[in-house]
């Protein structure tokens, strides 16, 4: 579907490439001294650790707590573009897919920021060109005047049609909601239809993707559980190509009138154990930061299995997003008060 | 009015005994209001306490959570969240009457708006996002009700003041004038009284006398 050409890939040129890179990433002693430091200080920590070029690329525009944000997500870009650009064959094809999702949330960011009224400047500062869409093709759509139009352009580049009855239930509702999960819907179907799984590291890969979009269905209906949504209407927004929770689990779970009530039908999956604790006291947010804990385990326990295939590729980009993550948390979190201990917590290490 | 301007006559006395009447029984009403408005201004007052804890702790909690969020999502993920809103929190205004004060009532709707019709899609918005949003729509709903409670209170407040100020009127100054003059017209109407009978003595005697 996205494929340079048919080929196997350069597996052994990119696994080199992103191990050498993996090397750089912080670890648990680096957050440790961050969440020590001043805003400030963590700024010029993380120059000296591989962000300094975007930092002093967008320290004439920005300040604080902003450029560091920027400045993190820019690097992850880059990188990510760098080994998205180096990578050929199937290979290429599916750190393309994995990827598509940046794609997806900028043209959400373009959507929601011309809804709102923002100029063309305010749209571009919050993009994060990390996709397969570059800076010029999301210029391209932000140019565009009418929603219509950059819904239709955004399925030109990236090969996405979108169904006449999610264009209509956005038309009649006005409802952008309609056009974002249907995208992330598709992000996944597309995911999994471009892993081959005639190999073992990519059927493990598969796995992976099918563990997060158990995760993903089942924080999707704890958060509609919260408001009060179950049965039929849950339904709509779960996402097809789960590992481990099948369709009559989901239908159990989203038929399910209260938080309480999931208990019992999650006590049979894998990650119960980590979040159990934030589900009897009804703590949706311990549930969550349990559930994205869990998935950076198990992306670590297969990142060495099959040293020339995706898995180490895909780990590396799943431990970067995880790092941008967590060191706009020790700085975000520093800069409001937040207390150390509150910010180890939602730290995912 | 001094009870030196006022004619001495019997229908200026009625007039007075009328008006001490209608001044007395306006007094005792004007008094039982502010007794109520009081009584009134107290529950309202617990009422308004409450409110500015209540706004006080769902402000701490709204500013954790969007605080949280910001941290975990980013600014810019709640940025695009908040501009993905369609919906408007819409403010009706009312009135309603305490003791005959008319006091506003301050409707809210539109506040709280489910997930699913907020504008954002549903999957990929982030648990933490949601729960600022709703922490935030709480603090609003809190804050609404708040203005209604608070603005009764300085309604209340100045109606208690202004009552106060006419029963005060009424019980140091006008009843006392009123009675005053009654009593000057009383005194006047007995003095004229007297001096006819005397005169009347008078002429009797001259009369008598002349015969």
């Given amino acids: 579907m996205f494929g340079r050409n048919g080929k196997k890939g350069n597996y052994a040129y990119t696994v080199a490439r992103v191990k050498a890179k993996k090397s750089l990433l912080m670890n648990e002693e680096d957050y440790s001294k961050m969440l020590m430091m001043t805003v400030p200080e963590i700024s010029r920590y993380i120059s000296e650790t591989g962000y300094g070029k975007e930092m002093t690329d967008l320290a004439g525009r920005m300040s604080g707590i902003g450029l560091l944000e920027h400045a993190t997500y820019f690097n992850m870009a880059k990188v990510f573009g760098s080994i998205l650009t180096s990578s050929t064959g199937e290979l290429y094809d599916m750190v393309s897919a994995y990827l598509d999702k940046w794609d997806v949330w900028n043209l959400k960011v373009i959507l929601r920021g011309k809804s709102y009224g923002l100029d063309a400047e305010g749209i571009r500062e919050d993009l994060v060109p990390a996709g397969s869409l570059g800076a010029e093709s999301l210029d391209k759509l932000i140019s565009l005047d009418t929603d219509d139009d950059i819904i239709a352009e955004f399925g030109r580049m990236t090969h996405v049609n979108f169904p006449a009855d999610v264009l209509a239930a956005y038309k009649a509702s006005g409802n952008l909601g309609e056009i974002e999960d249907f995208l992330d819907k598709n992000h996944y179907e597309r995911l999994t239809e471009s892993i081959d799984p005639s190999s073992r590291p990519s059927r493990l890969f598969l796995d992976y993707i099918g563990e997060e979009i158990d995760m993903k269905n089942f924080e999707t209906i704890l958060k509609l559980k919260a408001e009060g949504i179950y049965g039929e209407q849950v339904m709509k927004y779960v996402i097809p190509g789960g590992r481990r929770i099948d369709g009559r689990q989901l239908t159990l779970l989203a038929n399910a009138e209260s938080t309480e009530s999931v208990l019992s039908d999650a006590s049979q999956f894998e990650f119960y154990e980590g979040i159990r604790d934030a589900l009897e006291s009804g703590n949706l947010r311990d549930a969550v930061s349990g559930l994205r804990k869990y998935e950076i385990q198990k992306a670590k326990k297969f990142s060495h299995l099959y040293p020339l295939s995706v898995i180490p590729v895909i780990d590396y980009m799943i431990h970067k997003e995880n790092e941008v993550r967590n060191i706009r948390m020790i700085a975000r979190g520093t800069e409001s008060g937040l207390d150390r201990e509150t910010i180890k917590e939602l730290l995912v290490i | ?211």
């Fill in chain 2, 1 to 211: 009015m001094g009870s030196q301007d006022i004619t001495p006559n019997r229908s200026v006395l009625l007039d007075l005994k009328k008006r001490i009447k209608l001044s007395q029984s306006g007094y005792k009403i004007m008094k039982m209001k502010r007794d109520g408005l009081i009584i009134e201004f107290f529950e309202v007052l617990e009422k308004a306490r409450k409110m500015r804890e209540g706004v006080s702790s769902d402000y701490d909690t709204a500013m954790e959570k969007i605080t949280i969020a910001r941290a975990v999502e980013g600014e810019i993920a709640v940025k695009s969240a908040a501009y993905a809103l369609k919906t408007e929190p819409e403010v009706k205004l009312g009135s309603k009457s305490i003791m005959g004060m008319m006091v506003p009532k301050v409707e809210a709707t539109s506040i709280h708006t489910k997930m699913v019709d907020k504008g954002y899609g549903v999957i990929e918005t982030s648990v933490y996002i949601e729960e600022a949003a709703m922490a935030f729509e709480k603090l609003l709903d809190t804050l609404v009700r708040a203005a209604e409670v608070e603005t009764t209170m300085k309604k209340l407040l100045d109606e208690i003041e202004k009552t106060k100020r006419r029963v005060n009127a009424l019980e140091f100054k006008i009843i006392p004038e009123l009675k005053e003059s009654e009593r000057f017209v009383k005194f006047r109407l007995e003095e004229m009284e007297r001096e006819n009978t005397t005169r009347l003595k008078h002429l009797k005697r001259k009369g008598e006398a002349a015969e």
